[in-house]
């Protein structure tokens, strides 16, 4: 049986107040802890110390949205996963679409970025995911692969066994248009097809999860995926009501 994850990225959101209601909220509803099955928020960094002091012992596992591939020196402006470690955090989103699309982030640095938060004892969430047009144009595969295969390549196939992936079409995100349960577990199959042929107990043992207009009313159906071992939850995060009813779908 794969680990699942229940997993929150709060992006650019937050202030110390709200936070702290959220986290409550989230605390006082979360439940007894269950095996095999983890819930993490990730948090914007200034704000991991609240989410430690919030979150220790409640069961609730917190993390980074980002780390960089730098560990220390004249490198303004940048967070090491060491630095994130500090604060409890056990997690860290590697690769985001929003980091590639944005802030520049290749395949090669995130392959870099996933090093890092395996040598500072974070599980990496590396994500990967197709744009609309690269859908369209039949090129989904080949994309995805190709983000993954860097970190692959760098760090050996094993590496993947230390770590998560999140399949996120990019279409997908914030628009509120999600990909079908059928579409994502296609998708989520092909990868751990492609990661079986590499090394069968990884790729039978990763846990892949979706992310992408998860909501408590698309989860169930989305989680009974065979090849869907949980979520990567954006909007829905910030949401009490909504991430609990997520974590419980799971
Ligand atoms: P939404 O759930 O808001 O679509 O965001 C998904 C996402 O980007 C999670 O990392």
């Not at 596992?61 to 996963?81: H, K, L, N, P, R």
């Not at 090093?115 to 090129?139: D, H, I, N």
């Amino acid at each position: 049986m794969r680990n699942r994850f229940v997993i929150g990225n709060w992006k650019l959101n937050g202030s110390l107040v709200s936070n702290g209601l959220l986290l409550n909220t989230l605390k006082t509803g979360f439940g007894p802890a269950i095996a095999g099955k983890t819930c993490v928020v990730c948090v914007p960094t200034p704000y991991l110390s609240q989410a430690q002091t919030e979150l220790i012992g409640s069961g609730i596992e917190w993390g980074s949205q980002d780390v960089s591939c730098m560990e220390i020196g004249a490198y303004t402006g940048e967070v090491s996963a060491g630095m994130v470690a500090e604060f409890g955090a056990k997690f860290a989103i590697i690769g985001h679409s929003e980091r590639r699309a944005v802030f520049g982030d290749t395949d090669a640095m995130v392959a870099s970025k996933f090093g890092s938060a395996l040598k500072s004892g974070l599980v990496p969430v590396l994500c990967v995911g197709e744009s609309l047009a690269e859908r369209e144009s039949g090129k989904t595969q080949e994309v995805i692969w190709r983000q993954l295969h860097a970190t692959i390549e760098t760090h050996g196939i094993k590496s993947l066994s230390l770590g998560v992936l999140a399949y996120e079409p990019v279409w997908a995100i914030g628009t509120g248009k999600t990909a079908t349960p059928g579409q994502a577990d296609e998708v989520h199959a092909f990868l751990r097809g492609k990661i079986r042929e590499l090394n069968l107990e990884v790729g039978e043992n990763l846990s892949i999860l979706y992310g992408g207009s998860v909501k408590k009313s698309n989860a169930v159906e989305l989680f009974a995926k065979p090849d869907i071992d949980g979520g990567l939850i954006g909007g829905a995060s910030l949401v009490a009501e909504e991430f609990l009813g997520i974590w419980n779908a799971l």
